[in-house]
């Protein structure tokens, strides 16, 4: 049983070891989970991650409980088929499945996953993300996923759903190098439960500071409201890549204020030169790792990543090390 300890990280550390796991049969033991966190400890959405993990693959679990620190788990055979999990607050859906995602990959049959709770948490990659930037890389590693936002969950209410049909296949490794010309920047602002003249202020910002055109900018309300929300997303897309950024309005914080930020952060992108975003750089160290190799490129290395690809190489016999190239870093998975 491996042994690991959860400080180093957040649930991250958690989630991915569920995977890898579940994927190479490995059992695992895992301390201090969270314990740099001012709530240390299992929350409601790790203990769905776990939940869902357990139930794909049947495994043994000691110590899944609310606030534990310490977690046994034993996993068995992934099996395919249709699956439903609700987290039962704002917790996020997107991160519950990608838990799960590529254990449903390796398994014997299709799969279905319906996911109930938040879809759109500042704490967590927004549907959209999943969407049209991690799961079309996914998808030229030869993986079959569909993903449907059906309706958003904003924090604190939750009250979103997500469904993912998934189909077996095997993940072929990924060359990310260069991002291609960008072929288009699109804008969308969805409010709920407040007045939709937040979103559009936000568009209009985002019009103004980066030169969208209006067929570019889009406004949706959720109806009926699930609970008061907004959040402001920001397409970047390249030839061979979608970097989607989020920004989330928050009580005290002005719409123009919200917009202003998630522009920067769709301009410091653009002005460089790497592949993919931090977020979206630490979540493809897994997948390429299952899959036995790839190489992207990223503009720095988070703390985030370097912990996963530490927790990676307990798991499976990969090595992953990043080194300045041309401006950006480059990051290497090899067997």
């Given amino acids: 049983m ?12 958690l989630r991915s070891a569920l995977t890898l796991a579940m994927c190479t049969g490995q059992a ?3 301390r201090r989970i969270r314990s740099g966190r001012s709530k240390p400890g299992l929350m409601r959405q790790h203990l769905t991650a776990v939940d869902a993990a357990a139930a794909i693959c049947s495994a043994d679990v000691d110590g899944a409980a609310p606030g534990a620190t ?15 999990f609700a987290i039962g607050t704002a917790g996020s859906t997107t ?6 995602l590529p254990a449903l990959l390796c398994a014997n049959t299709p799969s279905t996953i319906d996911l109930q709770g938040g879809t759109h948490n500042p704490l967590a990659p927004p549907a959209e993300f999943l969407r049209d930037a991690y799961l ?12 449907e936002l059906q309706r958003p969950g904003f924090y604190p209410a939750g009250g979103g759903a997500l469904r993912a049909s998934i189909h077996p296949c095997p993940l072929q490794p990924l060359t990310l190098r260069e991002r291609g010309a960008l072929s288009g920047l699109q804008a969308l602002a969805w409010t709920s439960g407040i007045a939709p003249s937040v979103g559009e202020r936000e568009l209009a910002i985002v019009q103004r500071r980066l030169g969208l055109d209006a067929a570019d900018l889009q406004r949706r309300t959720v109806q009926p409201p699930s609970g008061p929300g907004n959040a402001l997303l920001l397409f970047a897309r390249h ?14 914080v002005s719409a123009e204020a919200v917009a202003e930020r998630t522009c920067e952060a769709v301009r410091d992108y653009l002005c460089g030169s790497a592949a993919v975003g931090a977020c979206l750089a630490d979540q493809l160290l897994l997948p390429l790792a ?30 992953i090390d990043w080194h300045e190239s041309d401006g950006c870093w480059q990051v290497d998975v090899r067997r």
């Fill in 28 to 30: 695992f033991h895992i």
């Fill in 136 to 147: 079309p890389l996914l998808q030229r590693m030869g993986a079959d996923v569909e993903l």
């Fill in 239 to 252: 030839e061979a890549v979608c970097e989607v950024f989020c920004g989330f309005g928050a009580r005290g």
């Fill in 95 to 100: 991160l519950v499945l990608q838990t799960v």
């Fill in 2 to 13: 491996l042994e690991l300890d959860g400080a180093a990280g957040g649930g991250q550390l």
């Fill in 70 to 84: 310490a977690l046994r788990f034993t996993p068995g055979t992934i099996r395919g088929g249709d699956y439903a």
């Fill in 290 to 319: 299952l899959a036995g190799g790839g190489t992207f490129t990223t503009a720095r290395i988070t703390d985030h990543l370097q912990s996963n690809a530490r927790l990676i190489e307990k798991f499976l016999p990969v090595e």
